[in-house]
């Protein structure tokens, strides 16, 4: 098959930030000195003490650290906000879009100000501190804008937990970062359809060692909710009581901005933990020239704040570089099929920024629903998440962007903070299905197996090579476990866990994890954690889970599970064990097909052969490989046999 290769667009060329011959310039330079590079572009934020030190790295193994703009001090509040009131008071910060297409408001940085002041003095005035955790898990309203930043002015370090999390989950993030205060509302509305929240951090509290100290409510839906007495506050009576002035907390560059947990191969899902200064300069930085972000810009990213991606580019990229950031409630199906591209035309959007999954499902239901809006305001299309395939990729690119909009796909993690791997419109030529080519002081390398380094065209393990300002620090009380997890694999360097290919041409291709983490509608799920959600069942004895090619979702989770003795396998009991697992961990982890094994590929020394069940279950016998180390090797047979139809 021939490579399709679009060139940037002469009319980008002209006015974009950069150029292919500006891109080469700059990246070499960010490689060959990153001290300079990164002295310079360090300047790009506000800083209340400037800083002198630049980088202080060590990807040593048992002394990881890293370090950026360490002597400086600043706050990210006051750089979101404050810097720009002179300017751009009256400037929208953000545009909200609710869940009903009725509902919408602008919100300019004055307004910004004095909200986020209050809710920052409300949080003060419940005794929170600098140093201090707030668990938030708010609907898409503003308010969860105005907590974030919140938290950020007084120096605390929030940790948003995904509305979509079950109390279990919940609870135990609570826990983990051991938050005194949480935020959240009656309900959150989406589609229509409304989810208990505030009763769901009240089953959570009971799990929770110690019990939750304070439990901020903000009035979404009017719901009906028990407020207890002692520990629940509503936010508009707090709020009423409070000035809409707080200053800024002076912070280290250094010092912590937020937690956000995120699954890996083993065990619990880990609080990353990301720092001040490097992370603003960076997310600032990368949201300018990935989106080509000019003043007087529209943007939107249609993420959650509840994940990274909401983090770095709904909140604190955009707000550092003074944009107008829409933040949407809804799904992309309601009230129609049209929704993303009414709510283009009806603000005007010039830069969409989406996943996957979405472009997939929208795509299932034909060109009409998109065609019969305008979207003449788009410029360029945004993906991140997932690898793009390139039917969904030639999809977005013809229908929703008309062949005038470039896509960047982004490649970026939890852990990275912001984007890694991505074209840049102006000066990247696109090829369908590629991250194409590494940022400014990104240096990635492809290894094998034994840590060696592949050069030119190849396939292999991503790593990156040296540090960035984005990069996250520690996972949040267990520093070991992050270097175990990120720089013990291949010493020296940071470990993605994602595999990939890289051209002729120097394009990145990114192939999918390479460890136990599956990624479902670009949602990353640990097998460990879903199999532990299974075991939980008093009926099952065993599960192992791996991912499956989805149609729509990218990776479906597909559970083999075996039962108690005694235990009769039925229909009834796997849509009983779905429920389970969605009641354990959440919706995102809902089980796609569940096979009832009477054993589990294991070798002598008992362990699951994983590779042999991801063959079965992506259909793929041919290529099961060698199986003669299996203590039985009759239950391959059985698997195969017994294998579940994909949907
Ligand atoms: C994993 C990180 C970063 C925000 C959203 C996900 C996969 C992400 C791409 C892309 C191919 C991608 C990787 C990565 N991924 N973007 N453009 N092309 N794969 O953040 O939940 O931390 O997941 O998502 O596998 O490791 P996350």
């Keep these: 098959?021939?490579?399709?290769?679009?060139?940037?667009?002469?009319?980008?060329?002209?006015?974009?930030?950069?150029?292919?011959?500006?891109?080469?310039?700059?990246?070499?330079?960010?490689?060959?000195?990153?001290?300079?590079?990164?002295?310079?572009?360090?300047?790009?934020?506000?800083?209340?003490?400037?800083?002198?030190?630049?980088?202080?790295?060590?990807?040593?193994?048992?002394?990881?650290?890293i370090k950026w703009f360490e002597d400086g001090t600043t706050n990210v509040a006051f750089n979101c906000i404050d810097r720009h009131l002179a300017t751009r008071a009256k400037q929208t910060a953000i545009i909200w879009e609710g869940d009903d297409p009725s509902e919408s408001k602008k919100i300019s940085y004055g307004q910004l100000y004095t909200e986020v002041c209050k809710f920052a003095n409300v949080l003060k005035a419940k005794g929170v501190k600098k140093g201090d955790r707030v668990t938030i898990y708010l609907p898409m309203i503003p308010e969860a804008a105005y907590a974030m930043l919140a938290c950020a002015r007084i120096g605390a370090m929030h940790s948003v937990v995904f509305g979509g999390f079950s109390p279990d989950s919940l609870a135990s993030r609570i826990e983990d970062s051991d938050s005194k205060v949480v935020i959240t509302a009656d309900e959150s509305l989406r589609g229509g359809r409304s989810v208990p929240l505030k009763k769901n951090v009240d089953a959570a509290d009971d799990k929770v060692k110690g019990g939750i100290g304070t439990v901020i409510v903000v009035k979404r839906t009017g719901g009906n909710v028990t407020m207890q007495d002692g520990r629940d506050v509503w936010y508009h009576d707090e709020a009423a009581k409070v000035s809409g002035h707080c200053p800024p907390v002076e912070v280290k560059a250094e010092d912590p901005l937020f937690l956000l947990y995120t699954s890996g191969s083993t065990g619990k899902p880990k609080g990353v933990l990301?720092?001040?200064?490097?992370?603003?300069?960076?997310?600032?930085?990368?949201?300018?020239?990935?989106?080509?972000?000019?003043?007087?810009?529209?943007?939107?990213?249609?993420?959650?704040?509840?994940?990274?991606?909401?983090?770095?580019?709904?909140?604190?990229?955009?707000?550092?570089?003074?944009?107008?950031?829409?933040?949407?409630?809804?799904?992309?199906?309601?009230?129609?099929?049209?929704?993303?591209?009414?709510?283009?035309?009806?603000?005007?959007?010039n830069i969409f920024y989406t996943a996957p999954t979405a472009i997939r499902s929208l795509m299932g239901a034909g060109e009409e629903p998109v065609k019969k809006t305008k979207r003449k305001s788009l410029r360029l299309l945004g993906s991140v998440g997932e690898p793009i395939n390139p039917e969904a990729w030639e999809w977005y690119h013809r229908v929703v962007g008309e062949r005038r909009c470039p896509i960047v796909d982004t490649w970026w993690q939890t852990e990275t903070g912001g984007i890694l791997i991505t074209p840049l419109p102006g000066a990247t030529k696109l090829k369908p299905g590629s991250a194409t080519r590494p940022f400014f002081g990104v240096k990635p390398e492809l290894v094998d197996a034994e840590g060696k380094v592949l050069e030119g065209a190849a396939e292999g393990n991503l790593v990156i090579a040296e540090s960035w300002p984005g990069q996250m620090r520690t996972v949040y009380g267990d520093h070991k476990r992050f270097e175990e997890t990120y720089f013990a694999t291949y010493p020296n360097k940071y470990f993605t866990g994602d595999g990939c290919r890289r051209d002729a041409d120097g394009y990145y291709w990114i192939t999918g994890r390479v460890d136990d983490v599956i990624n479902v509608s670009g949602h990353r799920m640990g097998t460990a954690e879903v199999e532990s959600a299974l075991v939980a069942h008093p009926k099952v004895s065993e599960a192992a889970v791996v991912g499956y090619p989805h149609d729509i979702k990218g990776q479906g989770i597909y559970a083999y599970v075996t039962l108690m003795a005694g235990e009769k396998p039925s229909a009834d009991l796997k849509k009983e064990l779905v429920s389970y697992v969605r009641n354990e961990i959440g919706p995102i982890a809902s089980p796609d097909l569940i096979q009832f094994a009477p054993g589990l590929p294991k070798t002598r020394s008992g362990k699951i052969m994983r590779r042999i069940l991801r063959k079965i279950a992506e259909d793929e016998y041919g290529a099961l490989g060698d199986t003669s180390t299996l203590a039985d090797p009759a239950v391959v047979d059985d698997l195969i046999a017994n294998r579940q139809n994909k949907r």
């Design 274 to 349: 990301h720092t001040s200064g490097g992370y603003l300069v960076y997310a600032a930085m990368t949201h300018q020239y990935v989106f080509d972000y000019h003043d007087g810009d529209i943007y939107w990213c249609t993420a959650d704040v509840g994940w990274v991606t909401g983090h770095s580019y709904i909140l604190y990229g955009p707000l550092a570089n003074g944009a107008t950031t829409l933040m949407f409630e809804g799904i992309p199906t309601y009230p129609t099929i049209s929704r993303f591209w009414d709510v283009v035309d009806k603000h005007k959007v």
């Design 1 to 65: 098959m021939t490579e399709m290769i679009y060139d940037v667009p002469a009319s980008w060329a002209k006015k974009a930030w950069l150029n292919d011959a500006k891109y080469k310039k700059m990246y070499s330079a960010s490689i060959k000195d990153p001290d300079k590079f990164w002295g310079e572009h360090g300047k790009r934020i506000d800083w209340f003490k400037p800083y002198s030190k630049v980088r202080n790295v060590s990807y040593k193994p048992g002394k990881v650290s």
